[in-house]
């Protein structure tokens, strides 16, 4: 609705302009219409133009203004004798000093606000799933020897008992259960949907499972690895790594990382990406 009665107005105004362009004369009434173009093109829209579009329309409209004007003598030399007379006329000299000023100074000043260093901080870059390492030794709460976990060919070893064994399977996804709302929910959020309490905290925010780029798009192991080595294990490629995901190995054995992992499929009801089979098809 603004945008048609912005239009209408732009519409009456030009009319008036056109109108009036006997009594005020031809270069006040075309610089007047050439501003009011300008300033609908940037203000009379809802939402608005995007900026390049004013430009592009803006830079048609002064064109198109000058050709208006140089199409006949006559216009030519009634939109030009204002701007000549106060190049040459005596008289009007105090007014071209003015403009000797403030010309050159709306320059200047336009090149030192360009100039001014940003304040705004530049865009990180940050590999969001790095790739992985091939394998990593993970630490096995208690016991001494820390397991290794191969993350091309491993799988999660509870996943065979989706078809084996469904009963001792729905009891690891409720093990995940558990692990996940004693440890991720506060970040991770009741419904895996990255709005836990603490989630608006943090920068990059906590990973949201509910989004199809997550869970489906990479393997078990892959998220056996983020869970175990957190943020802090996020290599050189993930810089700049400011995030706050923990590290779990220090806290969870791998038995409860795999079935939290089950959890995030279950819960979700997405499917883990399986390995591609080595060399090709
Ligand atoms: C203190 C807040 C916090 C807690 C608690 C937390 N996470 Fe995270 N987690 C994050 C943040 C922040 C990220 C995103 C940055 C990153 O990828 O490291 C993340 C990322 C992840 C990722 C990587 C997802 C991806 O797209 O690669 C997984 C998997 C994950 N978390 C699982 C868990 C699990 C499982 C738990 C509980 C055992 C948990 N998180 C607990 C903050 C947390």
Redesign the pocket.
């Known amino acids: 609705m603004f945008t048609f009665w912005a239009l209408i107005a732009y519409l009456a105004v030009l009319t008036i302009l056109f109108r009036m362009r006997g009594g005020i004369g031809m270069f006040w009434s075309t610089a007047a219409a050439l501003a009011v173009t300008l300033l609908y093109l940037a203000k009379g829209f809802d939402p608005p133009l995007p900026g390049s579009i004013v430009k592009l329309f803006g830079g048609m409209a002064v064109i198109a203004v000058l050709l208006y004007i140089t199409s006949s003598e006559s216009g030519r030399s009634a939109f030009f004798a204002p701007i000549r007379a106060v190049m040459v006329e005596r008289h009007r000299q105090p007014l071209l000093g003015v403009l000797l000023l403030v010309i050159p100074g709306l320059v200047a000043w336009q090149s030192y606000v360009a100039a001014l260093p940003s304040d705004v901080a530049p865009p990180l870059i940050r590999s969001?799933?790095p790739a992985p390492p091939g394998t990593i030794a993970v630490s096995t709460q208690g016991a001494n020897e820390p397991v290794t976990v191969d993350i091309i060919k491993d799988d999660n070893p509870f996943r065979a008992l989706q078809t084996t064994n469904p009963p001792e399977f729905a009891s690891r996804v409720a093990r995940g259960k558990v692990?996940?709302y004693q440890?991720?929910f506060?970040?991770?959020g009741d419904h895996l949907a990255a709005d836990g309490h603490?989630a608006n905290a943090?920068r990059?925010?906590?990973?949201d499972f509910q989004d199809a780029s997550?869970l489906p798009l990479?393997t078990e192991t892959f998220?056996f690895w983020?869970?175990a080595k957190?943020?802090p294990g996020?290599p050189a490629a993930a810089t700049p790594?400011d995030?706050?995901?923990?590290v779990?190995e220090s806290f969870?054995s791998p038995d409860d990382m795999w079935s939290?992992i089950l959890f995030?499929y279950d819960h979700t009801g997405f499917k883990p990406r399986g390995h591609e089979p080595a060399g090709g098809h």
Do not use: E, K, T
């Open positions: 969001v799933h692990v996940y440890n991720c506060y970040c991770h603490y943090m990059p925010p906590p990973a997550v990479f998220f983020r869970i957190g943020g996020l790594w995030s706050v995901m923990p779990w969870l939290v995030l």
